[in-house]
């Protein structure tokens, strides 16, 4: 290859048809409150499968915090959360007062397990976060028996783990809640949004009246206009109908979409097998469906001082790189600050975050350019080793 080219991780999937939808909204006046949301919270609720009930919310943020204000979790609570995550997932903890113990994963894939859980468990455990990392589901079963042997209750991230799946049935599904991400690089976009799921009807009708403002009566049940009670302490999570009208768009091609980073990860996969010098973050397990958010490799210890370098010279050559996640949360400065936790307690989250480098799946790579990045990645390594 002699022209460097340009490939970003991440960049947004949008299509002529998204653009138009979003301009319908703005060709009427109804921006909130309306029948997008309604749309994309049906469409969403069916994409995922049955027993869904969902909400539209404005970020994944928003709904994981709405998740530990509706379950009742405060101070005095413990809750479980994975060291090797999004630093949303655990200030969704620390907003509602309640203190965040943190647990290692596991270094195959990235994931919580049940036996780290099963460790950190006090009288004071109320919660269990669970993160599917990478869009790899965590093995619910087991972390579903502790659960409901102790009576805690499990939020699901589900951040960049849509399409995901156990035996058919979608993440989210297992637990208590399921908070999902439309950021831009997520598996699909609305700009800034998140869904707030559950199985239970009842949850997801509490935290749709949590999320705007605790007022009891939506804008179509008023009798008298501008007529309404607030019942209970609420916020403004909602999230906009020009938003939704891009979600609904967006997720007609969710299939599609899912089928493309499989092919991009299945590349990687066949062009890094027996490569002992970078290895993949996966495990192939009988039922589990990966939704392939991104590849995140993992440098062998002896170039794992390098890793930078690695980077450098990646973008040099036009391929754009992420780390998943730069920082094991309990050591991002204000948690280091207030709970000084120890290096030697969390080793692989560790070595994830310092030997790893993500590359792009998403439909705007095509397999011929992951075929570039790998031989690129290849070559780089043999060079520094
Ligand atoms: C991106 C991400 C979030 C935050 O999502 P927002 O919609 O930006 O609030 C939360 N958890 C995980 C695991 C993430 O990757």
Redesign the pocket.
């Known amino acids: 290859m002699n022209t460097p080219q340009q490939i970003p991780f991440g960049k947004p999937w949008i299509t002529d048809d998204d653009r138009h939808a979003v301009m319908e909204v703005l060709q009427g006046t109804v921006l909130t409150h309306g029948p997008q949301c309604k749309q994309f919270e049906s469409d969403f609720s069916r994409f995922v499968g049955e027993g869904c009930n969902s909400v539209t919310v404005s970020?994944?943020?928003a709904a994981l915090h709405l998740s530990y204000l509706h379950f009742g979790i405060g101070p005095q609570d413990e809750v479980i959360v994975p060291a090797q995550?999004?630093s949303?997932?655990v200030h969704a903890v620390e907003w509602v007062g309640a203190k965040p113990v943190f647990v290692d994963c596991d270094p195959e894939t990235g994931n919580i397990t049940a036996e780290a859980i099963n460790k950190a468990l006090t009288a004071k455990t109320k919660a269990i976060s669970v993160?599917h990392f990478l869009g790899m589901p965590c093995d619910m079963a087991p972390i579903m028996d502790l659960a409901n042997t102790y009576k805690l209750k499990v939020i699901e991230?589900c951040?960049?783990a849509l399409g995901a799946r156990i035996n058919g049935k979608h993440v989210g599904l297992f637990g208590d809640s399921g908070c999902y991400?439309f950021?831009p690089v997520?598996h699909m976009t609305t700009g800034?949004g998140?869904m707030f799921i559950s199985k239970n009807a009842e949850t997801v009708q509490k935290v749709a009246l949590l999320r705007a403002f605790g007022v009891n009566r939506k804008h179509d049940e008023r009798t008298i206009p501008g007529m309404y009670d607030v019942e209970s302490i609420g916020l403004n999570y909602r999230m906009s109908e020009m938003q939704a009208a891009l979600g609904v768009s967006q997720l007609k091609r969710m299939e599609e979409n899912l089928l493309m980073r499989q092919s991009n990860f299945e590349v990687y996969q066949e062009r890094l097998a027996g490569f002992d010098k970078a290895k993949l973050l996966y495990t192939k397990k009988e039922g589990f469906t990966h939704s392939h958010y991104c590849v995140s490799v993992v440098l062998d210890d002896s170039i794992a001082s390098k890793r930078d370098t690695v980077v450098h010279k990646l973008n040099e050559k036009g391929i754009g790189t992420s780390i998943y996640y730069p920082l094991p949360v309990p050591f991002m400065s204000f948690y280091q600050k207030k709970y000084k936790a120890s290096e030697q307690n969390f080793p692989n989250a560790l070595k994830i975050s310092r030997q790893s480098i993500a590359l792009p799946t998403s439909p705007h790579v095509s397999p011929h350019q992951i075929g570039y990045i790998v031989d690129t990645l290849k070559h780089i390594i043999k060079e520094l080793a």
């Open positions: 970020s994944c943020m995550t999004h949303a997932t993160v991230d951040a960049i991400s950021y997520k800034e998140g």
